[in-house]
């Protein structure tokens, strides 16, 4: 079992830059495909970023290419996401979430993990 813990969020002005950590417990996170995900009010959870358990594969949501970046450090337990070009739609709850695997592809839907994280807050400012 995993426990994840986000951290980084905050209230930014449009057109800045966060960065998102999740940090994981437990000796195996190498084996993990990790993603991240956000929930705006009253809208659906939605897939935003994903990490292959070896870290050669990613993936993006269309509405965040260019502007995300996923990244892992195995040795620190802990997946990034970089934000840049904040934009008001960016506003979220962003949740990291794990599943453990064999395989080194990408997971990009919610059903397909099993560990979440409490989520951090993004708040964007126009």
């Known amino acids: 079992q995993v426990q994840l813990v986000e951290s980084g969020g905050g209230l930014v002005q449009a057109g800045g830059s966060l960065r998102l950590s999740c940090a994981a417990s437990g000796r195996t996170f190498s084996n993990y495909a990790m993603g991240w995900f956000r929930q705006a009010p009253g809208k659906e959870r939605e897939f935003v970023a994903a990490?292959?358990?070896?870290?050669?594969?990613?993936g993006y949501a269309d509405s965040v290419k260019g502007r995300f970046t996923i990244s892992r450090d195995d040795a620190r337990n802990t997946v990034y996401l970089q934000i840049k070009s904040l934009k008001s739609e960016d506003t979220a709850v962003y949740y990291c979430a794990a599943r453990s695997t064999a395989f080194k592809t990408i997971l990009t839907t919610a059903a397909q993990y099993d560990y979440w994280g409490q989520g951090t807050q993004v708040t964007v400012s126009s």
């Open positions: 990490i292959s358990r070896s870290g050669g594969s990613t």
